[in-house]
């Protein structure tokens, strides 16, 4: 597919490039090549496919929701400034 200098422009615009003549030659045929690749999709026969929502298996990904016992305070008694039940903090607001 081919591009038109208008198109070009608004495109380089839009990505905010600045191209020299020679690079906006070649982003108008690396854009034709681009869409030309992505329209050999339209000749892929889809029928009977049904549509996934994940490229792979990512079922073992998810797991039950369930609560487990955790370090509660443990995990931050040995931090600096912890006292009380409290960890003491720098004011970082003015």
Same mark, same amino acid.
């Given at each position: 597919?081919? /591009?038109?200098?208008?198109?070009? #422009?608004? =495109? @380089? &615009?839009?990505?905010? %490039? +600045?191209? +020299?003549?020679?690079? /906006? =030659?070649? %982003?108008? $045929?690396? %854009?034709?090549?681009?869409?030309? /690749?992505?329209? #050999? !999709? @339209? ?5 009977? =496919?049904?549509?996934? +929502?994940? *490229?792979?298996? &990512?079922?073992? !990904? /998810?797991?039950?929701? &369930? @609560? &487990? ?5 443990? *995990?931050? $008694?040995?931090? *600096? ?10 004011? =970082?607001?003015?």
């Amino acid at each position: 597919m081919a /591009f038109s200098t208008l198109e070009l #422009q608004k =495109i @380089a &615009r839009l990505a905010r %490039l +600045s191209l +020299s003549d020679d690079e /906006f =030659i070649r %982003l108008g $045929e690396d %854009l034709g090549r681009i869409v030309d /690749f992505v329209d #050999q !999709l @339209a000749e892929v026969d889809v029928n009977g =496919i049904e549509p996934m +929502s994940h *490229a792979g298996d &990512r079922s073992l !990904l /998810f797991r039950d929701d &369930r @609560a &487990r016992p955790g370090l509660g305070c443990r *995990a931050i $008694e040995s931090s *600096a400034g912890y006292e009380d039940g409290l960890i003491r903090v720098p004011k =970082i607001v003015e």
